[in-house]
Structure formats: C-alpha cells, structure tokens
C-alpha cells in the first residue's frame, strides 16, 4: 500500500503543479461564486436557490468529470515521455501502478467535491441572507420546510382498476364489441381500460371529492410536526385570475387522526404544497386526505372546474427525515461514485489507447452513462413504431442499434440513476440505502471490474516501444 | 546447484522481434543472445547505435517482453517485482518529472523502494552532494540542462544502494567532470562487489572501466571476454620512466639489443589525458570561487554505497568458491574479431623491427581464451595513475571541504 500510496500522492502533486486541477478548480470556483450573481430563478428566495444549486452542482459534475478524463494523461504522458520507465524498473507492480493513479485522481476528485460542496452550502447561506425577499417570512419558510431539508415522499395508493377493466372487458366481450376488432389482445385491451378507469379517478369534477389514501407515513405525530402534501394540478377552466379554489380536508377521526382542513386558492399549474399536522397521521401511519372541488371561500362564485391531478404529477406526502447537510454530504457521496467509475474508465481507455484515442472513448462512454436512458427511450421508440415503414436494411440498421445498445446497457451504468441532484433541489431525501446502492453497483462491482480490465490490459503490454 | 555461483543476468537464445501493425515481423532487433554477468562483475556492452544494446537491457528490465528465449536477473525472470528493489537503471535519457524539484525526485523513487523517510532524506541529500547539485535541490529538474539531468538521472539509479546497476550511456550529455564522475562511481562500487552492466558506444568509458564485453551488432553478439585479454597487445613492452637523456636512452637502446636483439619501437614523452587536463583546468576555476548555476564538481560517493554488497559468512564462502571456480572453470572467451598477438614475443616483431612487410600480415585467430592474470597496463584506470587520482581528489576533496562547511554551517 506504501507504493499505491506513493504513486497517488504523486499523481496529485501532478495534478497541482501541472496547472491541469487549477484550472479546473477555478472553472469551478468560478460557476459556483459567480452563478449567484447572475441567476434569479423565478425572482422568489427559493428560486434562486433551487436554480443556484441545480446549476451549481451540475456544472461541478460535468467540470470534475472533464477534470477525471484529461487527469488520466498522467499515465498516456508517462507511457511518451517514458518516466514510466523509471518508475517500472522500481519494485513497482503493474496493478500498484493503476491502482496509484486512479487512487490519486479520486483523493483529487474528493478534495475538489468537499471544496465545491463547502462553497455551495456557503453560497446557499450567503443567497438566503441576501436575496431580495417578496414576503420575507413565506420565502424563507418556504426555502426552510420545503429546500433545505431532507424529506421523504410518499406517493398516493392507488386504487386497484384493474376490477372495473375486467368486468367492463367481459361485458364488452358479450356484447360482440370486439368480434371485428383486427388482430383483437385481450391483454392489451385490459390495459387500456384499467388506464381509462385511472384517467377516470384522476379527474375531480366540479362539486365533487376524491379521496387519496398514504400509507407508510413514518413520521413524528407529535401535534407541533408537521407533513406536507405536494401536488399539481391542471384545471378545465379557471377564474380570471388564474387561481383555482379547492378544501383539502386531512384526518380520519375514526383512526385517531386529527382532522383538520385547508381551503386552498392557489395558482393553476404550479406545483403546491399543504402543511398539515402530523397528528392528523392515523395510529397505523396512513394518512387520509379528501380533496374537494368546490370554493369555500364564501362571497365568491363557484366555479365549475374540473380538475385533474396528473399522473406525472402524483399527490405525495412528504415528511422530514433529515438535514439538508447530510443530504449534500451524501449526493457529493454519489457524485464521487460516480467520478471514481469514470476515473477507472479513463485509465482503462489510457492503458490501451493514445490520449486522444481515449480521451474521446472515454468522453464518449461519459455521454453514453448520462444519456442510457434517453438512448433507451428513443431506441425502443424507433423500434415499436416506426419499424414497419423502415425498409428491412433500415430495420436491420435498428436492430443492430438495439444489439449495442443492449451491449452498453451491461458495460456502462447509468449515471441518470445516481444523479441526486434534482432530489436536493427538492429537498428530498437522499437517502443512505441510494448511496449503498452506487458504493456497491458502481463502485465496488463496476468500477473494480473496470479497473481490473486496466491492470490485466497494462500487465500485458510493453511500457517500451520500438528503439531500433 | 551447490557451491555454483549464480549468475547476476543470464540469458539463452534471447530473441527480439518487433512486429507492425498487421503483427508480422517488422525488426529483429535482438537474436539468440546469451549473456552472463556474474556477481561484482562491472560488464560492457558495447555496440553502434541500433545494435540491440537498448533492447536487450529493457528486456532485462521487463520493459520489453522477448520474442523467444530465457532471461534471469538475480535469479528470478525480470518480470519480478521483487527483484528490481535491487536494481539501479540510468536510461539512456533521464526521463524524470518535470514538476518535481531534485530533492522531491529523489523522495518519490526512494518511496517507491519503500525506503523510510529518514533514510530518504539522509540518501537524497548525500546523493546531491555526490553529484554536485545540492544547492540546486530545490529547483525544478524541468529547469536543468541536459547534463544535470544525468547527474540526478544516476543519483535516482543508486538511492536503493543497488546489488546490480544498469547503466544505459551513463556519461552522454555530461561535461568531462560528470563523466569522470560517473567512472568513478562505477568503478568504486565496482571495488565493493556491486555488478554493474554498462552500455555504450563511447568505447574510452568502457574500457576504462570495464571488466569483461560483449559487441553487439544488429542485434546479435560478435565478440566478448576479458577486456584486458581483447585489447592486450602482448608482442610489445611498454616501460615508463622519468624523463631520460638522450645518452641514457642510447645505452638502453644498446642494452635491449644486446640482451634481445631486439630494438625501441617507439620513444615519446607520454601525453597527459585530454580529460585529465580538463580536469584540472576546471579544478582551478574553482579554486577560484567563479560563480556557476549549473553542476559543481561534485562530491564524496556516499557512504551508503561504499559498503561492501555481501558480508555474511556464507557469502564470503561464496566468494571464495567463485574465485576458485574461475580458476577451475574458465570462461571461454569469444574472439572473433583478429587479435593483435599473443603468446610469447614472436618473429613478427623481430620483422617488423627489420621493417618486413611480411610482419604485416594477419595473424592466426585465437582459440578460446582461459582466464588468466590480467596483464600490467599502465593506462588502465582500475591502477589509478597518480595523476588522475590527484586531480579528481582534489575536486572531490573541496567538494567534501565545502559538504563539511555546509553541515556546520547547520550546526
């Protein structure tokens, strides 16, 4: 470990003296210092810390794994300009070697995060105390309760559809509706009425209420905590002023729950959030929520909306679970996973190619890991729909598109999976059971995997060229 | 095998092929080379540029892989790490890093031999001494000019107090001092039984240092043995005296023909050594105090390099034994290249004195030598002639003057 660590340690002096992580550190310094200055947001507090954050952090990510790929010129470098050869001819072994520079490229990704993380909390800080208030207390209680924290979100239970859909289909069946039906799927049929009868559910017509069940609310009941409901709606037609007015009525009294109730008259289209009493939880952690479509406000009109809550856009509870601290400790923790994955790529790309054979390989393989759900997404797209009307070499080219991908999908993780960014903005938890996941997929099993092949392709090779 | 003396670097029919891009055999850069360097050997290998010198020691250093063939260094193939925590290699080039100042040059290769940090320190420090950058230390080597480089090149090379030194053109790019010097380490830690294996095709390096050769050409072996065997021209004799007169000289010239029948070939005052000569020159700029950003004279050879390689009792047994199995067990020596003579004084001399155009003509080759006593040569450095020794000693020695008013100066 002494050689590892001598070989690290010289990789971050490198690093430092090279200019290569200055420059990068300023990069940084620079997106994260100077983003308050010139982002708004949406002109609200939380706003502009929502979007300094989500700017911030995702610019460090993309900055750092620029910074991982050029850093592991240090071994292309060596492998030229034959240092190497000095340092092969020293008790070193090949694995010693790899594992030194992919050891030091992550003390110098760690040290980079811990810099950008401290300086964004600070920043955070700084934004809170300075930004401009419109309502001074609902700005800050709304950075507070609903940014910087920890939450955790429980979605809605949905009904079971698939029961009306089985008794409509055989009722259709009797009836002969399907008999003319080309290439009739019973299975696809039942889809679609359950997906009907949810469409159904979703839509709260005027005067009407609806009910939304939570399960697995674990959090403090104690009357002065509280939860939080989160939703979004889109409404049929809405007043004048673009405001939708509805009662929120929270608490099963026959489950030991508090009831209480919220008249709401809030902006269409924007997401919301109700505080409720966390003693209007029932004994067995469920929580029984019944929106009404109607104004109680009285002396105003009613207004004959419908109103629809989105699948998309699912109602959730949301209770805290944590500091807005450790969930910023914990996606630097993801983004380092994340570094060291592609930080083993580059030395792996470096062992085998010239640097700027690798580099690309390795930017590319950066891209493929924060897009494999996109490609997915257009690659299947293709594939269902448009397949018949390729010609069969364009269909062929398809196939063979899914094949590689299908080939990338074992190879290169999906870094959208560890991306945790957005969860902080929202100030919801990032939780330790996510990290385990990316400390154990991605590091311990992918990136050892990745380094291994690095090792076994460096071990092979000659560090000597041609001198004849 | 009991008693035998393992060889330092043995090789059997070493063969290397470079291949191109379509992996079909491109240069044979090295073939059917067998090598053998024994303990406390300082070995020559000579050859022009491209004749497999370079090739052969990285494959000795599993920088390359063979083609074809066997290689043991220190008895374990060259791809064991553990080995080469007792080798020293200087490149042909120095090949450090240029961000690094020479004391953090120094550290990061003693690091990598595990050496404790005390013992890092102690080394760098006396190594900079010994190569004459110590003031420089804390420059970056990336500043230094091409000779300096070679003197930290050779200071990194021996900061694990190697069993076994690979040396690949040590003095090029070095001024006379740094080449000097360079002998001088070779041949002191010649004298405390490490093995050296040098490279060069500077033929005087080689041959004012070395023990046994071997010529390479296009990558196979051409000629090797005993280099005082290779190059002794044993049908003449060579007798330095002060300076004598002419009637002495006449009364010499009369006794030799009446002894011998025989007359002088030659009578000249002998030159002094352009190197010699520099040598001193410089050692008077010196003396002089002239300001100087590059390399000084360097320093004493450090102590941890003057300490004898074995001193176990087995190892002196060892010893013993080797010595007695080269007296046993010769090392036949190739020679294929036509040598000047050997054997007694022969009639070609005689005829070459009469001026016979037959003495011109090539001599039979020799079979394989046996080992003998090395034959008297007074030009050899390994007996130091006094005039070297003063000089180098006296730059050494105000190098060791100013190293002591240095750790005073601490004090």
């Keep these: 470990m002494t050689t590892v660590w001598a070989i690290a340690r010289h990789m971050i002096a490198e690093g430092i003296r090279m200019k290569l992580a200055l420059v990068f550190l300023v990069l940084i310094g620079l997106v994260v210092l100077g983003l308050p200055f010139s982002i708004s947001g949406d002109s609200s507090l939380t706003g502009a810390v929502q979007s300094f954050m989500s700017y911030g952090l995702s610019a460090t990510g993309v900055l750092l794994g620029m910074l991982t790929i050029f850093m592991s010129r240090s071994l292309a470098d060596e492998l030229v300009g034959h240092q190497i050869f000095l340092v092969m001819t020293k008790p070193v072994s090949r694995w010693q070697y790899v594992l030194g520079k992919w050891l030091g490229m992550t003390i110098l990704n760690a040290a980079f995060l811990l810099c950008s993380g401290v300086t964004i909390y600070g920043m955070v800080h700084y934004i809170k105390r300075t930004h401009p208030p419109i309502d001074d207390r609902y700005d800050k209680a709304e950075l507070n309760n609903e940014v910087l924290v920890a939450r955790h979100a429980v979605r809605c239970t949905l009904p079971d559809f ?59 009941r104690s009357p002065d905590n509280h939860v939080q409901i989160r939703y979004k709606t889109d409404v049929s037609e809405f007043a004048s002023d673009e405001i939708f007015r509805a009662l929120w009525v929270f608490g099963d009294p026959f489950m030991g729950a508090r009831q209480v109730s919220r008249p709401v008259r809030q902006v269409v289209g924007r997401y919301h959030t109700v505080h409720v009493p966390a003693d209007s939880v029932a004994d067995d952690h469920t929580l029984t929520a019944y929106f009404y479509n109607e104004n109680p406000y009285e002396g105003e009109p009613q207004y004959r909306n419908i109103i629809e809550f989105r699948k998309s856009n699912e109602v959730a509870v949301l209770f805290i679970v944590g500091s807005f601290e450790w969930n910023l ?6 983004m380092l996973c994340k570094l060291m994955f592609l930080g083993a790529v580059a030395l792996l790309m470096t062992t085998v190619f010239s640097f700027p054979v690798a580099c690309l390989a390795s930017f590319t393989i950066y891209v493929l890991a924060g897009t494999r759900s996109f490609i997915k997404e257009a690659l299947d797209f293709s594939s269902d729909d448009f397949a018949t009307m390729f010609t069969s070499m364009k269909e062929f080219f398809v196939q063979l598109m899914m094949q590689v991908y299908n080939v990338i999908h074992w190879i290169i993780p999906d870094f959208a999976k560890f991306d945790a960014v957005e969860s902080l903005v929202n100030g919801r938890n990032v939780s330790l059971v996510w990290v385990l996941q990316a400390v154990f997929g991605l590091v311990l099993v992918k990136t050892v995997i990745v380094l291994g092949l690095a090792i076994l392709l460096f071990h092979r090779r000659e560090v000597a060229e041609v001198s004849v | 095998m009991a008693g035998q003396i393992q060889p330092v670097v043995q090789t059997a029919g070493l063969c290397k092929t470079f291949k191109d891009f379509w992996r079909r055999p491109h240069v044979e850069a090295v073939k059917d080379l067998d090598l053998e360097i024994k303990p406390g050997e300082v070995f020559g290998l000579l050859g022009p540029n491209g004749s497999g ?21 220190l008895g374990k193939p060259p791809t064991d790490v553990s080995v080469k925590a007792r080798i020293g290699f200087l490149p042909e080039e120095s090949y450090l890093y240029r961000f690094l100042v020479a004391h953090e040059t120094l550290d990061y290769y003693g690091r990598l031999f595990r050496l404790p940090a005390r013992i890092r320190s102690e080394r760098s420090d006396r190594l900079l001494d010994m190569v004459g950058l110590r003031q420089e230390a804390r420059r970056r080597v990336g500043e230094y000019s091409k000779g300096m480089a070679r ?214 080759p020799v079979e394989a030598a046996t080992e003998r006593p090395r034959p008297a040569r007074p030009d050899r450095p390994r007996e130091k002639p006094s005039a070297d020794a003063s000089v180098i000693d006296e730059l050494l020695g105000r190098a060791k003057q100013e190293t002591e008013g240095h750790s005073e100066d601490k004090r």
């Excluded at chain 2, 010198?53 to 260094?73: D, E, F, N």
């Excluded at chain 2, 004298?191 to 060069?200: A, C, D, E, Q, V």
């Design chain 2, 151 to 364: 003197r930290i090149g050779l200071a990194q090379a021996l900061i694990n107090d190697p069993e076994f030194l690979i040396l690949d053109e040590p003095t090029t790019g070095l001024d006379p001092i740094g080449a000097r010097q360079i002998k001088d380490v070779i041949r002191e830690l010649g004298k405390k039984g490490k093995t050296i294996l040098l490279s060069s095709h500077i033929l005087a390096d080689v041959e004012d240092v070395c023990d046994r050769v071997t010529i390479l050409y296009g990558g196979q072996q051409w000629a090797a043995g005993d280099i005082g065997e290779l190059l002794c021209k044993t049908d003449a004799t060579q007798i330095t005296t002060p300076s004598l007169s002419e009637k002495t000289i006449a009364q010499v010239r009369d006794l030799i023909f009446r002894l011998e029948q025989k007359d002088i070939l030659d009578i000249s005052n002998p030159r002094v050594r352009l190197e010699d000569f520099f040598l001193r020159i410089v050692g008077e700029a010196q003396a002089a105090n002239i300001r100087t950003s590059g390399a000084r004279g360097g320093g004493e050879i450090p102590d941890f390099l003057k300490q004898p390689t074995e001193s176990s009792t087995q190892e002196v047994v060892d010893s013993l034994v080797f010595a007695a199995s080269q007296k046993v067990d010769p090392v036949p020596i190739q020679a294929p290249l036509p040598p000047e003579a050997t054997g007694e004084p022969s009639s070609e001399v005689i005829q070459q004195l009469m001026g016979s155009e037959s003495a011109k003509t090539t001599p039979e």
């Design chain 1, 329 to 334: 400790v914990r996606l630097h923790i993801l």
């Design chain 1, 162 to 220: 698939t029961k009306p859909a089985e008794m409509e289909f055989e009722q259709n069946l009797e009836e002969g509706l399907y008999d003319s039906v080309p290439d009739f799927d019973p299975a696809v049929e039942k889809t679609r009425l359950a997906s009907k009868y949810e469409a159904r559910w979703r839509v709260v017509g005027p005067l009407q209420m609806r009910v939304f069940e939570f399960e697995n609310v674990l959090c403090d």
């Design chain 2, 53 to 73: 010198k370079t090739t052969t020691i990285k494959m000795l250093l599993g920088l390359l892989y063979p083609t074809k063939g066997r290689i043991s260094v």
